[in-house]
């Protein structure tokens, strides 16, 4: 914090002599009109940057984990803007450095380009996060069972709780639509929070809202198990891991934890397996799935759920007899393009299968990109996901 500290200075300085060198002497109107938007700014992150620095409470208290995301939401609108627009204006006086004076044309083009990397954030963080798009996907599976024919299971991914604090209205607007969907099944893929489980607050009594069927089915995401708080010991883990495990049930889920059950869904056995991911990138620990699966062949069709979708190839293709799994995870980076014909974002590079509909063979594989925000408060051109999901025979 003392080296951001040091760069917010340095930079609100530096700001401040850019706007006065290439306003103040040819539009003073200019100048106060763009002080003013850069004062309020100013004040806006430093107020953020201060309540970040003097917390004292817990550190998973959703409030806490808001002020923190939404600082570094301002860092990427505010602060580095500043850094283009400082070093555009300071590269256009090293080029007239024998005239004086600097280049207008670079200093407008930083200002115009901090000026959109500003609007698409702001733009992104009020309404792109909160912009859930269903994605609706039929699994054509061979030799499915007749009685599973237009079987709908609703996955949802990647809460990340904190995500909705002060936006509780948002978290029951996905649970009413899920509901109107009306589920045989609904599947959440893990990751309910990003550091520990206080960042539940009270959204289990919102998600005990949502009803399916047949039930609701879970997972442990790496975030899950507490990795990512501060200093935390392993018995903080563990204690953590628990205290999940309360919330989750509370939230109407069945907790699947390295462990399957067998399900009688319109007389056919199915059998649902889960296993818990902990860890953090690059070092991400899959468990075995081997012990959970044990007995599970008895059953007409499996069902797995693991939350990161490397291990589909590592574990499951080839391995096993599991014809449809489902992941979460990636949350496309929250930046990247979605139409109806083309999908792209950063996170293919290090997940393959990062969003969609995949397959090898005659198993398959969907991955959602998950509902809430990890560390930054917006998502660009990344919708957050509820998919539906229709069972079809191939």
């Given at each position: 914090?003392?080296?951001l500290l040091v760069v ?130 039929t699994v054509k599976i ?80 790496n975030h899950d198990m ?169």
């Amino acid at each position: 914090m003392i080296i951001l500290l040091v760069v917010l200075i340095v930079l609100e300085l530096l700001t401040f002599l850019v706007l006065m060198e290439h306003y103040f002497y040819t539009s003073k109107a200019k100048f106060f009109v763009s002080f003013i938007i850069n004062s309020v700014l100013s004040i806006w992150l430093w107020i953020l940057f201060i309540k970040a620095t003097t917390y004292e409470g817990y550190f998973d208290t959703p409030e806490n984990i808001r002020i923190r995301m939404n600082l570094t939401g301002m860092i990427f609108a505010v602060i580095i803007p500043r850094f283009i627009v400082i070093l555009l204006h300071n590269t256009g006086r090293l080029f007239r450095l024998k005239k004086k004076g600097h280049s207008r044309g670079l200093t407008e083009t930083g200002l115009v380009i901090s000026a959109l990397i500003f609007t698409v954030i702001a733009l992104s963080t009020l309404f792109g996060r909160f912009n859930f798009k269903t994605e609706e996907v039929t699994v054509k599976i061979k030799g499915l069972d007749p009685r599973l024919e237009g079987l709908k299971i609703v996955q949802l991914s990647d809460m990340h709780l904190a995500s909705f604090n002060h936006h509780d209205r948002q978290l029951e607007k996905v649970i009413d639509r899920v509901n109107s969907y009306k589920p045989d099944l609904i599947i959440n893929t893990g990751d309910f929070i990003s550091y520990g489980w206080r960042e539940f607050d009270r959204c289990d009594t919102i998600l005990s809202k949502s009803k399916s069927r047949y039930g609701n089915l879970t997972i442990l995401g790496n975030h899950d198990m507490g990795t990512y708080f501060p200093n935390s010991s392993e018995t903080d883990r563990d204690s953590n891991v628990m205290k999940m495990k309360e919330l989750i049930a509370a939230s109407g889920y069945r907790l699947l934890d390295n462990e399957h059950i067998i399900m009688d869904i319109r007389g056919v056995k199915v059998s649902f397996i889960g296993v818990r991911t902990s860890g953090r990138y690059p070092g991400i620990v899959h468990t075995d799935i081997r012990p959970a699966i044990a007995g599970s062949d008895t059953a007409d069709f499996q069902i797995l759920l693991i939350h990161d979708p490397n291990q589909w190839k590592e574990d499951v293709t080839d391995k096993t007899d599991i014809k449809l799994s489902f992941a979460g995870h990636t949350h496309g980076m929250q930046i990247g393009i979605i139409t109806k014909n083309f999908r792209w974002s950063p996170s293919k590079y290090f997940y393959p299968e990062w969003n969609g509909l995949f397959s090898d063979g005659d198993q398959y594989l969907y991955v959602n990109r998950g509902l809430g925000v990890l560390s930054i408060p917006f998502r660009i051109w990344m919708p957050p996901e509820i998919t539906v999901i229709i069972l079809s025979e191939g």
